[in-house]
């Protein structure tokens, strides 16, 4: 979801938005259901830690926004987390191409298998931010995570994914421990994505006003003033009537304030949150319709 903010000072330009990029298989009704897939031929998961010892999963998320751009966290939903030695789990860059992902550009900070977020309730994001960032033009990426060191430590993980016969296309890859790049579909014979994420700031916009965000009945704009003072706008469009809720999460996915806003017909509403009993910081804000759920990041100052 993009939103505006003030001019970054370290890198001279005058506005920056931040761009929380997803799968485009989460537009599709087949993605009101997430699952994972457990190995049937050994012990494990398709999308973690298995006994095929797969090094690392890869999500490619297209740039729709035109402009030079850089990934700031990718964030990763994950179903399963068990930890016996707590092993460092890695988020990387890719280029991109149609065969996989083709050269690493940007490397992670270490997340801990305990730091990883897992709900039997809600879907909390796990973020892997990058200290060092490369600037990116390209309208397409891969993001990934890399799990080849929880062998060592017999930990066990799995990220969510959408059902078979719900996919953007070929977008969910492999790297196995040789290090060969093979897709989900070829090597596991499921059309199927990962549920990986990636926050993109942009350098500059076209027209800010056509960026959105959508999930079934659920379209979500730029919310405002970004960085926040005492309030902040959010905007969204229905197509049906809902109930909707709004939540905001600190970066460690706890939820720190939960909006109950009641039924809304269809159509395009502003919603505007106080914000004046939160502390300054970063954070991830949730707008939710029925099963739909749209998050995205702003700072509050």
């Not at 159509?267 to 106080?274: E, I, P, R, S």
Request: glycine share 6%.
């Amino acid at each position: 979801m993009v939103s505006i903010s003030h001019m970054d000072a370290a890198r001279g330009v005058d506005s920056v938005a931040n761009d929380t990029i997803l799968p485009p298989s989460l537009d599709l009704p087949c993605s009101d259901v997430i699952t994972t897939f457990e190995v049937t031929d050994g012990w494990g998961y398709v999308s973690g830690t298995n006994s095929f010892q797969d090094a690392e999963k890869a999500m490619r998320l297209p740039v729709e926004i035109s402009g030079s751009y850089y990934i700031t966290e990718v964030w990763g939903l994950f179903a399963v987390s068990q930890m016996v030695g707590n092993g460092n789990l890695f988020a990387k860059v890719y280029t991109s191409s149609s065969q996989g992902p083709v050269n690493q550009v940007q490397l992670s900070d270490t997340v801990k298998v305990s730091g990883i977020l897992v709900s039997p309730t809600d879907l909390p994001v796990t973020i892997f931010p990058f200290d060092s960032m490369q600037l990116l033009s390209d309208t397409s990426f891969f993001a990934s995570i890399d799990i080849s060191g929880l062998y060592a430590t017999q930990d066990t993980v799995a990220i969510f994914m959408t059902q078979d016969q719900c996919s953007s296309n070929l977008a969910s890859w492999d790297r196995y421990s040789d290090g060969t790049w093979v897709s989900v579909l070829d090597g596991w014979d499921l059309d199927t994505d990962y549920l990986i994420y990636a926050v993109a700031e942009f350098q500059s916009l076209t027209d800010i006003d056509e960026s959105f965000l959508r999930r079934g009945d659920l379209t979500v704009y730029p919310a405002f003033p970004n960085p926040a003072h005492q309030s902040m706008q959010v905007q969204f469009e229905l197509s049906t009537p809902q109930s909707i809720e709004m939540a905001i999460y600190d970066r460690a996915g706890r939820e720190v304030v939960r909006y109950s806003l009641g039924m809304y017909q269809p159509g395009k509403h502003q919603v505007t949150l106080d914000l004046s009993g939160i502390p300054a910081g970063s954070y991830i804000y949730g707008v939710e319709s029925g099963f739909n759920r749209i998050l995205s990041v702003f700072s509050h100052h």
